[in-house]
């Protein structure tokens, strides 16, 4: 088998669950990020990988959106309850529903079935190393009532911290780093997601979901607007 992308030297101490029900996929996916660097558990139903989540506190969860016992959207939601780890979900080829339930119930990312092990393992990477403070090497920076630590990945508003996703905090972070700037949803899924190509609504529910956590009023937003036939908007001035 040739040897999959991935730099063992950075992540040899990092923990990946799957959560999945296919066998065959289960260890296609095990065997690449083994091989990457990764420790790497499993899971094969819903209810073992939400204990496998709470008992091994894992780097990064990758979760198959159709699983035996409760769906993987609401294996996403309960994990979200209690935990930001980052999660990549695989799902169904050209269901856009599917998709759309994944990043509402709180993924970071995902992956379309039939997929290139390969691929798998770059998006964990690129979505592990996003979420590791080490990996970032930015000073600190206020902007109105925001205070934004990259290196640490902490957000608070006055004062009280942000329980944000690792997808919804890098497009904040872009946004405070670019106010008063309007983005279309492609420029976002390139600057953000590092996708030249993707699914736009990837963009729109990571907004809507960042929304509820920044706005005082996520259905008339105020800080993060939409700029109509156009994109999004961080209406802030500097503190």
Sequence with gaps: MPQPPGDAAEFTDRRVLVIEDDDTVREVVHTYLRDAGYLVDSAT??????????????????????????????????????????????????????????????ADDYVVKPFSPRELVLRVDSVLRRSLPEFAREAPFDLGPFHLDPSARI???????????????????????HPRQTFDRPTLLRSVWGWEIGDLSTVTVTT????????????????????????????????
């Excluded at 204990?51 to 159709?66: F, N």
């Excluded at 993987?72 to 695989?90: D, H, K, Q, T, Y």
């Excluded at 509820?212 to 009023?217: F, R, V």
């Design 45 to 106: 139903d819903s209810f073992s990988g939400l204990a496998a989540v709470a008992g091994s506190a894992p780097d990064l969860v990758v979760l198959d959106r159709m699983l035996p016992g409760i769906d993987g959207a609401e294996v996403c939601r309960r994990i979200r309850a209690s935990s930001a780890v980052p999660i990549i979900m695989l799902t169904a080829l050209g269901s856009e529903d599917d998709r759309i339930d994944g990043l509402e119930a709180g």
């Design 208 to 239: 809507r979901r960042l929304r509820e956590k920044i706005e005082d009023d996520p259905g008339n937003p105020t800080v993060l607007v939409t700029v109509w036939g156009v994109g999004y908007r961080l209406e802030l001035g500097e503190s």
């Design 155 to 177: 957000v608070t508003r006055a004062g009280e911290p942000l329980e944000l996703s690792v997808r919804e905090f890098d497009l904040f972070a872009f946004l405070l780093k």
